[in-house]
């Protein structure tokens, strides 16, 4: 029972440290495959204006060309516009919306490798209306690759058609980026081209050495004086940087390789969301745990069954086997069980691949694991575990003087081990830490679900792609408004979830611009029904009215803007106003809302500014209803009476609420993975150890049991060990977990406290798992005749 | 004190009962000096453990003190034997990880006497026997004839009426083993019953009575 109980902790452990270890060599293999990764670099741009901070992955479409014409550092450079979001490509007389899309310059496939599967990558994108698909796009469109030639319709201005120049294999999971189709830059819906501070273009530079990405950093300072100062002087009242930057205020360009993106860069405009070095320690951390945790098994369980070979020790040895063929023998026997270990190991490696995929949100298969390339790497783990787990074993029962082990029938030596002892605190330790990290993280998603953000989410039902009405979005939404259960209903695509619009403009308070009156507000387009739709709370003054003409001149703020631009205790009636160009456009206040989080939690409340405009990309009904399933049928029948070929598309705003926390609910759902594997690992280790202890201990236990201890007197003996071992680890594990999860937690602006009794619960159940796997060991050795363990021979 | 009637133990090997003790039939009186002797597997210990209650009969009477022990509960058993009996092995059976005092200890914590008690009773019996000098050594610090003294004093401590050993001078040297005969002796002498198991003709001579058991029977 022993040798099973220690492979199967040792095989756990080893399938949680196989997976970790995938996920974290592919997190840290992001954008490699590109052969010139170590030359590729993706500007960055930083302006912080008084209270408004803007820091992007994006620049303006001019920053390439400039660079690359006077700067021979520079050996090329290529741009993405993904600003203009998904499109809708028409297959079949049906329109789809396509949500991985970008327009690329043709420099594209001169810096970025892929390979090509038809046409030429070099001239793919030069033409205007030239299209590249990837290998599964144009599976899905033509059932077939070979279809350089083949037209695409799109929803682009005056549906233009696409020509397909090329056909690349899918893109590798592990870039920063993943495209289906890649539209020529000819055609991006962009009209502020030549302006550098409107920033809405990624720009990758190709560098001709690797070493001149600090000669960059020069030229990019360069560039603001040269560049960016005449273009800020067209807005704003700056003489030069060096006064603007006095005052706290930044503007400045900087550049990442390529490389770094997936895991050190977090800016507004990444191309989509990606991880953090953080993960990728906590995450090492806890394989490499989970590794020492099943060793450390393996060591104990190993040991425990020590007394019982001890015997056959005493007779090797007494036959003539010297020490170390005695270790030989004992490390085979280790090595051949890290074996069972490893193949069951991958066994249930390849049986739980869909579940690790779902707990890490990433897409291996099985052959991505399990491939001739990590044969290596089991070898190496064979060793390591045979050897480490096996070597002490090896030499504590070695070691045996064979007169002894031969003379009395248990082996004569203490039964507490410095050593094991330590051992099974570490394992609770790292149990704790997980088990506290659960709790909290569980908790603050708790938090996040309940918390009052301000508007409603329950009962909304958000319509996506809504623009496909075309001119009767009005028409539409009054027909869905006759509906018996629909409250009411908003035309607009700026909502208080992720993938919705969101744009932000500097507006000033007096009629020139300075740095120290302009706000970065977000600037939303809403019609009057949203905000009785949400249910924002209106703290003065009114709501638009379509009646009043006016209105299209006035502006709603929300508290913050109200602070931030300084408008005082009566905001109503004051104005704010925008450059453009060489005009300029003023806003005056009809209204204040409350304050309400439109971004994640892990964000602060930012100035918005909500202005009378038509934005159709969504719409919210506010809906009441018993049958969903009827009201749902209900709408898309009218939606594809009246966008005939668009596919009805819709979500629902709690559930897109939701989704904003997917990574922290990943993180939760991981922690207790691991947290339980950990433990149950540890437990297993206890177990063992509670019956190694039991063993040695037996001659003691019957000792006392003659000297007239009770049974129960016993386990307490017992089990009082045990729990002492338990404290010391929650002793040192409170403090790293209250330090970690703190860390974890200051991403969040608004955040639960790590709470006592997070540490205390923990604590208990840490005893009651340790007394519940110690006490059957306990009780058995307890309820033995002492008869049985005091027998003279 | 102590009368056994028809007592039988067997174990059952594939099928055949192999007896262990076989219709023992014993009485033993207050201040008795009993030596049980026979050849290796006769019995001897089991008998003894039968006498000390560390071991049930499959079959018989056993009254200590014209009490019927094996229809005692458990608790009421242990009890008895915590208040009556004090026993001596062979290898001493002394705890390795606690101290000559701590040892002589152990027993007067389990019955629940406050630490001032036990401090008194202790001290006593290192004065007794004579090892004060040694309270603070561990076992494997002493000689075996100190270890059965220690044993005998921890035996002792809990005052009990009967003292089972079983090859009390078994593990020691015949000068340690004649000590330890003595001390038996004189403990006799001052009213103490006794149970010995053993092999030596010359030990056995120490008590009053000498039963031979031959597989299992009384000879």
């Known amino acids: 029972m022993f040798t099973l109980l220690n492979i199967i902790g040792l095989s756990f452990g080893l399938a949680g440290f196989i997976f970790i270890t995938t996920y974290v060599f592919d997190e840290l293999s992001y954008d490699k495959f590109h052969t010139q990764a170590d030359r590729i670099v993706r500007l960055n741009t930083h302006i912080h204006i008084g209270e408004s901070k803007m820091d992007m992955a994006l620049t303006s479409d001019g920053i390439g060309p400039i660079l690359k014409n006077e700067y021979t550092e520079v050996e090329d450079f290529t741009r993405l516009y993904t600003s203009a979001g998904a499109k809708l490509i028409r297959k079949a007389g049906k329109w789809i919306n396509e949500t991985h899309v970008a327009h690329a310059d043709s420099s594209f496939f001169r810096i970025f490798s892929y390979q090509v599967l038809h046409g030429h990558l070099d001239q793919a994108l030069t033409e205007p209306n030239s299209v590249v698909l990837s290998r599964s796009a144009a599976e899905r469109y033509f059932d077939s690759t070979d279809v350089v030639g083949k037209t695409l319709e799109t929803n682009d201005a005056g549906n233009t058609v696409y020509q397909i120049t090329a056909v690349i294999e899918d893109m590798p999971r592990n870039g920063h980026f993943n495209y289906d189709f890649l539209f020529a830059m000819e055609n991006a819906p962009y009209w502020n081209w030549g302006e550098l501070l409107s920033h809405n273009f990624t720009t990758y530079i190709l560098l001709r050495n690797a070493t001149d990405r600090s000669l960059l950093e020069t030229h990019l300072e360069a560039y603001v004086h040269k560049h960016g100062l005449p273009a800020a002087k067209r807005y704003m009242d700056v003489t030069d940087i060096e006064s603007f930057r006095k005052d706290g205020n930044v503007f400045h360009y900087d550049a990442i390789p390529i490389t770094d993106i997936h895991l050190r860069s977090n800016l507004r405009g990444e191309l989509r969301p990606n991880s953090s070095f953080q993960y990728v320690y906590i995450f090492s951390a806890i394989s490499l745990f989970i590794l020492l945790i099943a060793c450390v098994n393996f060591i104990n369980l190993s040991t425990a069954r020590s007394a019982n070979r001890a015997k056959e020790v005493g007779v090797q040895k007494i036959l003539g086997a010297s020490r170390s063929s005695v270790a030989g023998q004992f490390l085979a026997e280790s090595l051949l069980l890290a074996l069972g270990g490893i193949i069951l190991a991958i066994v249930l490696v390849a049986l739980s691949v869909p579940l690790f995929n779902e707990l890490s949100g990433k897409e291996f298969k099985i052959n991505d694991i399990i491939n001739f390339r990590s044969l290596p790497l089991f070898a190496l783990l064979l060793l390591f575990v045979g050897l480490v787990a096996g070597y002490y074993p090896a030499v504590y029962l070695s070691a045996f003087n064979p007169l002894q082990v031969l003379k009395s029938h248990t082996v004569i030596s203490s039964g507490k081990s410095v050593f094991r002892s330590g051992l099974v605190v570490f394992q609770f330790t790292i149990s704790i830490v997980l088990i506290v990290g659960t709790f909290i993280v569980t908790a603050q998603l708790r938090y996040i679900q309940h918390k009052k953000l301000g508007y409603e989410r329950e009962n909304i039902l958000v319509i996506n792609d809504y623009h496909a009405l075309g001119n009767q979005t009005k028409a539409f939404r009054d027909e869905i408004l006759n509906l018996p259960n629909v409250k009411t209903g908003t035309i607009s695509g700026f909502l208080p979830v992720s993938n919705s619009s969101r744009s932000d403009n500097p507006y000033s308070k007096e009629t020139v611009m300075t740095p120290n009156n302009t706000v970065q507000l977000q600037t939303w387009h809403i019609d009057e029904q949203y905000i009785p739709t949400l249910n924002l709370e209106l703290v003065s003054g009114r709501n638009f009215a379509v009646a009043r003409r006016a209105d299209s001149a006035a502006v709603i703020l929300n508290e913050t803007a109200v602070k931030h631009f300084g408008l005082g205790e009566d905001p109503i009636g004051q104005q704010i106003h925008f450059q453009f160009g060489d005009g300029m456009e003023s806003f005056h206040v009809i209204g204040v809302i409350k304050d309400f989080n439109f971004e994640s939690l892990r964000d602060p409340v930012t100035p918005l500014g909500f202005f009378l405009g038509h934005s159709p990309s969504q719409a919210a009904f506010k809906i009441e209803t018993t049958d969903l399933p009827l009201l749902l049928s209900r709408i898309e029948n009218k939606w594809n009476k009246l966008a005939p070929g668009f596919a009805f598309d819709y979500r629902f705003m709690d559930e897109a609420f939701d989704s904003m926390y997917k990574s922290e609910r990943r993180m939760s759902r991981l922690s207790l993975t691991f947290a339980a594997m950990a433990t149950g690992i540890a437990c297993l280790g206890l177990f063992g150890l509670a019956a190694f202890m039991a063993e040695q201990r037996s001659k003691e236990i019957g000792i006392r049991k003659v000297l007239g201890s009770s049974v129960t007197g016993i386990v307490a003996m017992l089990c009082k060990d045990f729990v002492k071992l338990v404290f010391i680890a929650i002793i040192i594990a409170v403090p790293i977990a209250w330090w970690a999860m703190n860390k974890w937690l200051e991403d969040f602006t608004y955040r639960i406290d790590t709470s006592w009794w997070i540490f205390i619960l923990t604590g208990i159940i840490a005893v009651i798992i340790a007394l519940f796997t110690v006490s059957t060991q306990a009780i058995r050795a307890a309820r033995a005749n002492p008869v049985d363990s005091l027998r003279n021979e | ?219």
């Open chain 2, 1 to 219: 004190m102590i009368k056994l009637e028809h007592i039988f133990k067997w174990y059952n090997v594939g099928g055949t009962r192999s007896f262990v003790l076989k219709d023992i039939n014993l009485q033993i009186e207050r201040g008795d000096f009993i030596s049980i002797m026979g050849p290796s597997g006769s019995g001897k210990s089991t008998l003894l453990n039968v006498i000390g209650l560390l071991d049930e009969p499959n079959e018989g009477h056993y009254y200590f003190m014209d009490e019927d022990v094996l229809a005692l509960k458990p608790k009421k058993r242990t009890t008895l034997f915590q208040s009556h009996m004090g026993y001596v092995f062979q290898s001493y059976h002394l705890i390795d990880e606690l101290t000559v005092y701590e040892n002589i200890e152990t027993p007067l914590i389990y019955k629940n006497l406050s630490a001032k008690e036990r401090k008194a009773i202790v001290g006593d019996m290192l004065d007794r026997f004579g090892i004060v000098g040694k309270k603070d050594l561990f076992p494997a610090q002493l000689s075996g004839g100190q270890q059965q003294i220690v044993g005998i004093a921890r035996a002792l401590a809990a005052s009990p009426k009967l003292l089972l050993a079983d090859e009390p001078t078994g593990n020691l040297n015949s000068k340690q083993g004649e000590e330890i005969m003595a001390l038996f002796k004189q403990l006799n002498e001052e009213g103490m019953t006794i149970i010995q198991v053993t092999h030596s003709e010359k030990n056995a001579e120490y008590g009053k009575r000498i039963i031979n058991l031959l597989d299992g029977q009384v000879k």
